[in-house]
């Protein structure tokens, strides 16, 4: 058999036929009639008023940061366990970020961590829906509401995603989406941004594009970015959105595969906890013992199947180092890793990995 990607996009369905009408249209830059189709069939798949498409979902986090006001002297309080994206936005506006801990069981931030973490300079509250399982949203939104903090959800990795039957994405001031070859819908790079506040929403839509004046050509009212997604891009996830109940479909199947073979290892699979839809970005087992992910990793290799380890904790790198200790974030960073997710995975190719992964146990145990 060929090597087992950890992630690979299905780019089936209308993608051609939409790119190709950029292409024979001319219309390949960041105008034409794509960017509004896309922009308001995913504002109604997620249901929200509007949403405003950039050039990926970094961007897209710096933007909603910057469209908040947040700035220099300002905190923000982040999950460490994240992609680095989450944090380095913060600190590209001048905010310091401070970092909390995050649940054992969910992957997700620990809204008590939070509540501990909140200082007078506080502004926001930033939180990230990891591997595609939602953040306890009700006690988030409440502290942020009693507070009068900004909450922004980072959902680059939960399109799909569910807590209570509502879509992330719909519960903070602003919230943000990646749309990279490997997420769940893709437009090859890409991102979008959705806020609550109409005025924020503007905000965001002239910050994005050079902060042109709307009444004055060549005139910019305010320091700005070209942050802008494409048409050919916009074509591309208007294409894939059409494809998307049966992409999620699909990797809930492959996790339910997962669990159900892989089940009575000295491991777990990261399972839905609580009333929410888990959207299975990607499908990760946490082991139990620290010391045998990266030979597991190896071995896996070994037979041609790609995984990922869990991401580093961000207070850990260079940047951004503090010397704070947070247990539970720094245990699953080094115990986690992501199986191959994707929605063309075959039930052959699954069952090859879960007996990749049930002999290395046998093996590692003997
Ligand atoms: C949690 C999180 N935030 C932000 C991003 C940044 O998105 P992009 O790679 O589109 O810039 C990612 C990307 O993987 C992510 O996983």
């Not at 219309?27 to 109604?44: P, V, Y």
């Not at 997620?46 to 006001?69: P, Q």
């Not at 997710?341 to 879960?354: E, M, N, V, W």
């Amino acid at each position: 058999m060929s090597r087992i990607p950890v992630y690979e996009p299905q780019l089936g369905g209308n993608v051609s036929t939409y790119v190709n009408e950029c292409l024979t249209s001319g219309w390949i830059s960041s105008r034409g009639q794509f960017i509004a189709r896309f922009e308001d069939a995913f504002a109604g798949y997620v249901g929200c008023e509007s949403a405003t498409t950039v050039a990926n979902g970094t961007v897209a986090i710096h933007l909603a940061l910057e469209a908040l006001g947040i700035g220099p002297g300002d905190e923000v309080i982040v999950p460490s366990f994240t992609y680095i994206a989450s944090v380095n936005t913060i600190i590209q506006t001048g905010a310091t970020p401070v970092f909390v801990d995050s649940i054992d069981q969910t992957l997700q931030v620990d809204p008590s961590l939070v509540e501990s973490a909140i200082t007078d300079r506080t502004k926001a509250v930033l939180i990230v829906h990891l591997y595609g399982h939602p953040c306890d949203m009700d006690r988030l939104t409440e502290i942020c509401r009693k507070q009068k903090l900004f909450l922004i959800e980072d959902c680059a990795e939960a399109f799909g995603s569910m807590w209570n039957g509502k879509h992330v994405g719909t519960f903070g001031d602003a919230a943000t989406f990646s749309f990279f070859g490997n997420k769940t819908i893709t437009t090859g790079e890409g991102g979008i941004v959705l806020a609550r506040d109409a005025a924020v929403m503007d905000r965001c839509r002239s910050l994005k594009s050079q902060g042109v004046s709307k009444t004055r050509e060549y005139w910019h009212d305010m320091l700005a970015y070209n942050y802008r997604m494409t048409n050919i891009q916009a074509a591309i996830g208007l294409a894939q959105l059409e494809l998307a109940d049966g992409f999620l479909r699909r990797k809930a199947e492959v996790a339910a595969f997962y669990a159900e073979e892989l089940a009575g290892l000295p491991a777990r699979m990261h399972g839905p906890v609580g009333n929410v839809t888990h959207s299975y970005w990607m499908c990760s087992l946490i082991l139990d013992d620290a010391n045998k992910r990266d030979h597991l990793r190896r071995f896996l290799h070994e037979q041609d199947i790609e995984t990922r380890p869990f991401f580093p904790m961000a207070h850990k790198m260079p940047h951004c180092r503090t010397s704070q200790v947070l247990p539970i974030g720094e245990s699953l960073s080094e115990r986690g890793l992501n199986l191959p997710s994707f929605p063309a995975l075959t039930d052959a190719q699954l069952a090859q990995i879960c007996s990749s992964v049930r002999s290395f146990f046998l093996n590692f145990e003997g």
